[in-house]
Structure formats: C-alpha cells, structure tokens
C-alpha cells in the first residue's frame, strides 16, 4: 500500500512504576492513510495520550517501548536519531492541543509565535510575517495583518484554538494530530472549528488523526474510527459501520449512552456501569469482561484478538466468532 | 410563592457588565437550567445568587426573603438550604482533607456539634453510591466521577432546599455521565430539591431540566418549558445553539445554522438587538432594541422571531 502514511504496528507501550509496569497502549494496530481523517474515540485511560506522545516521541521519562513500530511513511519512528525527529516534528507532523488557552506563549505576541515557528524556513522576515497573515485568514481571523501584533490574551478561546490550527499547518504537514481540540469550546465553536478543519484538510490535502470523547465529532468528521479501551484497541473501521453496526459490546454501549441519541426526555440514562480496569494489573482474557452484559466463559479464559470481520472492519469480540455462538 | 425568585439581576466588573437584568423564578422541587456560550454571565448569575459574587441592582429572594447584598451573618444560616456544586470537581476539594472532612465540613460550620460526623459521612456517601471505605481517601485518590459525587454529597450534607451547580457533567466520560445525571434526577425526587443547573451541553439540559432560559451577553433571550424550547425554539441564538449539537450519527446532517463571528466584547455591546451582528435572520427591524415578552409562559426577547404564528 503506497498511500499508507502511518502505520502503529503491534505497539505495546508501558510506564515503570513503583507499583509495577503500567500496561499503557497494549498491540495497537491502525494505519493512516494520505488525505484521510482517522477517529480516535476512547475515554480516560484508554491510552489516548500515551499513543500520541509515542507517535512523536515526546514521552515521560519512565515510558518504556516493549514491542511494535510507529511507521512514518515507511520509516519506523522509534528507530530515528532524536535530530531527525525534531527535524520531523512541527514540519511532517504537526499537532493542535486541547487548551487552546494554554498552547500560546502568554508574552509573546501571536505574529513573533508566527515567526518563531518558522525557524526552519529561509524566507525574509518579511515573507514570514505575510505568511503568518494569510494563515490566520485561512482560519477565518478577520483582520490579520493588525492582528498579529497582539497577544494571545487579546483574543477569544475559540480564536486562540484557530491560531493553533495555523500555527500547525502552516508547515504544510502530512498529518495532523489533533488532541481534543474542541473539548475546550462551547457548541457554536465547536461547530465552526470543525468545518474549518474539513475545509482545510481539503485545502493542504494533509491526513488529520482527530482524538476525542465527543462521538458527535467523531462521526461528522471523520472517515474512518478507531475505539480504544484500556490501552487497546478493540474495535476500527469506516465511520458508518462503526456507528450503524457496531461489533463490539463497548462500542455499543458508548453510542447507547451519548445522550445526544436519545430524543425524548429520558427518567434514567443508560451507562456502563464498573470501572475501567487497573493497567497495572491487568485482568486475564478480555479486558471489557467485567462490565460486559454478553460475557461468555471464553472471555476470561483468553484476549479476544482483533479479527477482521469484513474489508476495513475489525473488532475484538469473541460474539463475532461464529464458533463461540454454537 | 416562588423558593427562587431572580428580579433585573445587574452586575458589572468595573466597565464590563456582565449582567444586564436578569430575572428568572425557580418553583420547589423544580429544575431550571440556564444556557449560554463561555462569556455570557451564567457562572455569575449562580454565583451572585448564592452571594459570592456582587450584584449592583436587582432583587435574589429565596423564600421570600431579600438576600441580596445580604451581609455575611444574614447569609450563612441561608446556606443550609442553599447549596453549590462547582465547576472542577477535584479544584473545588482541598487536597490536604480526607473524604469525610470534606463532606461534613458544612455541620461544622453551621455549628451542628450535635452531629455523629463519621455516621453522617457514611450516610452521605451511600446516598450518592460511594462504598464508606472512601471517606479516609483524599482527592487526588478519586476519579473525576467520583469526586463529582463526592461533591453532590457535601452539597447535600444540610438538606438544602436548592442546589445550585455549575457545569455538572463537564469533564466527564460519556459512560459517567448518564450515572451522575440519574443520580441528580433520583435525588431530587426523593429529596424534593429544587436546582439550578447551569451548562453548555444541550444534550444534558433536555434529560434534566423542567424550564430552560437561554443566556446571551448577561441577557435571557428565551425561556420556557424544556421541550417546548426544544421543539419550537423562537429566537435564533436559541436555535443556532440547538443546531450546533452534533449527532452521533455519521449520516445525520442537521439543518446547521452558522453563528457569524465571535460573541461581541461586553466593553461595546451592540445597539439595538445585540444578537443582531451574528443573527442569520436579521432584518431591519432589529436594530430597535428588543424588549423581554412572556406569551403563554414561554419569555423571548426577539422583533423577528422564529415560527411565527404558532403561538397557541
């Protein structure tokens, strides 16, 4: 496949701590392809964070790589001098951060921020700050010539949030790692920076690997979805089959209980009742288990693998095996 | 005889003025939410109804009593029937206290010595589902779920009448929030209380609240029954609002009304209608000020509105 641009391949990720090894990320297998927009879905804990510091290495000091590769166009990331994979950050790939309020230097003002970033280029002075203007008008800044001479705390959170999306294109990456970047923003800017990140995504033609806990997002941007639980990944595919026939139990569960799908005014909202299991120490067979109202006896005797159910359609879920039905 | 009743509430910071008259009446047993962007004076409003903000004019009576501008001695025995949930459910739980301290912090105030704390901390923790073994943790011990409930039981600690609680479910996993909602919606059925919620998830106010009213710059610009909003919103802040709610539904394309712009700084407020500038439905009309109607119990405070004419 030639127009694969990630690919996490079998990585498995944990945290030495006192208590023992952390199991963070736990064979995780997904691609990103050129162009596309990959879903991250998960709740607290499921390894969101510890998939994206490993994808660009900035990991803590107590992180350890057990197994697997981060391929960046073909080359394994994990493998890279450090001087190459600065070389790679900010330029190939890019990331947008959840607190917009917290992602700018509160002293700088927005055009120096502009420019710092574009260290590497050999441009004038000049051309960068041009450059720096017509990206803040790509995110919809009116008046952007003016308005990079002021401060961060000058603008709004939803503006501060669009500054961010220029700041991380305006290397033209190949993808773009955006970590719940709308988590932060009321519903009407949510909205807004949704549509920009489709308008742009078209516009750079870069890939967009867009984590969050919001499903509503999810559905309307992405192309394809990967649902992660306690730092595996249990269920990936197009955003239609995951949202109209989900094959997995948690996948299930999680649409059920977005209160967004449910119309009428409800006296009691479903959830998933037990708590996320202790990474340190992890459970035999499936990790959902415990909280799953189709659990068999198979699902504690081994880990249901990622089995692929139709082209571009994976869930590991022992109900999909037609010998576990019998 | 309303337990809440908000008349022409104004508060300005020195030039920003944040409330421009807002007015609102909470029944008992009843839950009101207000809705708004980031900015629009909701944190204020519960804020300076529980007297910890300031309030320059209007009228906050609780139970027929003035409290507002109320000097400290008149509020505190009021503190007992009304209680806050903040926003940061761990932020709003001093790290150095246990579980129990912090949930029976509020007999200690009111000066309850009577009280057996250890047997009220058990209570309290089995009504918000919380095994007793949690009152010797500490904050930092508790996921972002449990310390809401751990909020929800201090709040509950003097069997307020009103709760007033700020942002309940942000922050929270999907899965955790139908569990806290339910227990907001069971307690309050059996307790009887009254609450305020403020929030900017639509998706929560529909499975909650009774009546809704609608914040914008400091202002309500709607109100009424929960469903009725929902169903036949008449301002157009409201229904931008409704439409920008995405579904979790990759084939739902909702009818998507764009907002234009940013919400405008509270330093210039606009003439006329001050959704004007943003409103996909202006007309000449707006540049008149708008004055706050109620028709059939439903408030709008709009010269063009939606729907017009199906007003039974």
Request: charged residues 25%.
């Given at each position: 496949m030639t127009d694969t641009l990630l690919e996490i391949d079998r990585l498995s990720v944990d945290y030495e701590t006192a208590r023992g090894d952390l199991k963070a990320l736990r064979d995780i297998s997904f691609d990103v392809r050129k162009g596309e927009i990959v879903g991250i879905v998960g709740e607290s804990g499921c390894g969101k964070s510890t998939l994206i510091s490993s994808i660009l290495r900035l990991t803590a000091p107590n992180t350890r790589f057990r197994q697997g590769e981060v391929r960046f166009k073909g080359e394994d990331l994990l493998q890279l001098p450090e001087r190459k994979m600065r070389d790679l950050r900010g330029a190939d790939i890019s990331i947008v951060f959840q607190d917009p309020m917290q992602t700018h230097n509160p002293v700088l003002s927005i055009g120096q921020q502009m420019l710092d970033i574009q260290h590497r280029s050999k441009a004038s002075k000049a051309d960068k700050r041009a450059r720096a203007a017509q990206m803040l008008g790509a995110v919809g800044i009116p008046d952007p010539e003016a308005r990079l001479a002021q401060f961060p705390h000058e603008f709004s959170g939803g503006m501060r949030q669009r500054i961010a999306i220029a700041m991380a294109l305006m290397s033209e990456p190949d993808l773009l790692i955006a970590d719940e970047p709308t988590t932060a923003l009321d519903a009407t800017l949510e909205v807004q920076i949704i549509e920009r990140l489709q308008e742009l995504q078209q516009e750079f033609d870069c890939a967009i690997l867009f984590i969050s806990h919001h499903l509503g997002v999810i559905a309307e941007l992405c192309d394809r979805v990967v649902v992660m639980y306690a730092g595996a990944v249990i269920e990936s595919g197009d955003v239609r089959e995951i949202f109209h026939d989900p094959k997995h139990p948690y996948t299930r569960r999680l649409i059920d209980c977005d209160p967004g799908h449910i119309k009428e005014r409800a006296r009691v909202l479903p959830t998933i009742p037990g708590e996320v299991p202790d990474l340190a120490n992890l459970p035999g067979g499936c990790i959902f288990r415990d909280r799953c109202d189709q659990a068999m006896p198979r699902c504690a005797a081994e880990v249901p693998p990622l089995a692929q159910l139709k082209e571009g359609h994976h869930a590991a879920c022992w109900l999909n095996h037609k010998e576990a039905a019998e | 005889m309303s337990l809440l009743d908000v008349k022409d509430?104004?508060?300005?910071?020195?030039?920003?003025?944040?409330?421009?008259?807002?007015?609102?009446?909470?029944?008992?047993?009843?839950?009101?939410?207000?809705?708004?962007?980031?900015?629009?004076?909701?944190?204020?409003?519960?804020?300076?109804?529980?007297?910890?903000?300031?309030?320059?004019?209007?009228?906050?009576?609780?139970?027929?009593?003035?409290?507002?501008?109320?000097?400290?001695?008149?509020?505190?025995?009021?503190?007992?029937?009304?209680?806050?949930?903040?926003?940061?459910?761990?932020?709003?739980?001093?790290?150095?206290?246990?579980?129990?301290?912090?949930?029976?912090?509020?007999?200690?105030?009111?000066?309850?010595?009577?009280?057996?704390?250890?047997?009220?901390?058990?209570?309290?923790?089995?009504?918000?589902?919380?095994?007793?073994?949690?009152?010797?943790?500490?904050?930092?011990?508790?996921?972002?779920?449990?310390?809401?409930?751990?909020?929800?039981?201090?709040?509950?600690?003097?069997?307020?009448?009103?709760?007033?609680?700020?942002?309940?479910?942000?922050?929270?996993?999907?899965?955790?929030?139908?569990?806290?909602?339910?227990?907001?919606?069971?307690?309050?059925?059996?307790?009887?209380?009254?609450?305020?919620i403020i929030t900017h998830n639509l998706n929560v106010v529909r499975h909650v609240a009774d009546r809704m009213g609608i914040l914008y710059l400091g202002r309500l610009v709607e109100e009424g029954a929960t469903e009725t909003v929902f169903h036949e919103p008449r301002h157009p802040y409201t229904r931008c609002l409704l439409s920008a709610n995405p579904e979790p539904d990759p084939d739902a394309r909702l009818e998507r009304i764009a907002l234009k712009g940013e919400p405008p700084s509270l330093l210039k407020r606009p003439s006329g209608c001050e959704f004007r500038e943003r409103c996909p439905f202006a007309q000449e009309i707006c540049t008149q000020t708008p004055q706050w109607e109620v028709d059939n119990g439903h408030g709008l405070r709009c010269l063009a509105p939606l729907h017009q004419g199906t007003a039974a």
């Open positions: - | 509430l104004k508060t300005s910071y020195g030039p920003v003025n944040v409330l421009a008259g807002v007015s609102f009446t909470v029944e008992p047993g009843e839950t009101y939410a207000l809705v708004g962007e980031s900015g629009s004076g909701k944190t204020t409003v519960i804020r300076a109804i529980a007297g910890m903000a300031p309030a320059q004019e209007g009228s906050v009576k609780f139970d027929g009593q003035e409290i507002r501008g109320a000097s400290e001695r008149t509020l505190r025995p009021l503190r007992k029937n009304i209680a806050m949930m903040f926003q940061d459910p761990v932020g709003s739980l001093s790290p150095r206290l246990t579980i129990r301290s912090l949930i029976t912090e509020p007999y200690r105030i009111q000066g309850m010595k009577d009280r057996d704390l250890d047997a009220e901390a058990k209570r309290l923790l089995e009504m918000v589902n919380l095994p007793a073994h949690f009152a010797d943790r500490y904050p930092y011990q508790l996921s972002g779920g449990q310390a809401r409930r751990v909020g929800v039981a201090r709040a509950l600690a003097l069997e307020p009448k009103l709760i007033l609680a700020d942002e309940p479910t942000a922050g929270l996993d999907v899965s955790v929030q139908g569990e806290l909602l339910n227990l907001m919606n069971d307690l309050r059925e059996r307790l009887g209380l009254a609450m305020v």
